[in-house]
């Protein structure tokens, strides 16, 4: 009897822990996989959308480009290739939000140091005063690291074309030459050019999200 309730004993527990496997394994695979949205120009508010592309629903991407880092190398989408990376729009001389989105800039880079899957991009919304010298100067100063972070510039024309038609970052109006693109947003773009999500630059629990956010981006595979 004894023997027959040791043996009974042991299949009972056996069938408890296949049951306890099972169990998990059917909550995990029912359980949504958190994921990113892509975002579309139709989707974002319109006061940041170019009107040219504001019906566009899918399939929206970065658009090509090609502009000049603080080391005088040419940056194009070809260095993002294969990779996540956070871009936004600033000036060295601007004393209001640029300040505090170089801060959370910098702690982004600290934070990503020793990830090559991630990179920063910053673009000069005031090219013509900074040229390569000053954004050179500039990143110096902050202690910018070059293989994580490129502060770019350009023809002024492109980078707020970029800002409003492709990173959707900026409000929509008629282009001139003393036109200034002011955004605190900071656009997370995946590795196939899409955007992913939108930041408020000077706001610590935003970056926070952003970081978060990265590590489900990186889980995608995107």
Known sequence: MRKFLAKYKRFALVMVFLSVVIISAINYALTPKKSLRIYQPNAVNPAMVDTTIQYIKKYHRVADFSFINQNGDTITQETFRDRIYIADFFFTTCLTICPIMTDHMLLLQKELIDDPQVLLLSHTVTPETDDVAQLHKYAAKKGVDARKWHLVTGDKKAIYEMARKSYLAAKDQP????????????????????????????????????????????????
């Open 175 to 222: 282009y001139n030459a003393y036109d200034l693109v002011h955004t605190e947003n900071f656009v997370l773009v995946d590795t196939k050019g899409r955007i992913r999500g939108f930041y408020d630059g000077t706001d610590p629990e935003a970056i926070q999200t952003l970081l978060e956010d990265l590590d489900i981006l990186k889980k995608e595979g995107h």
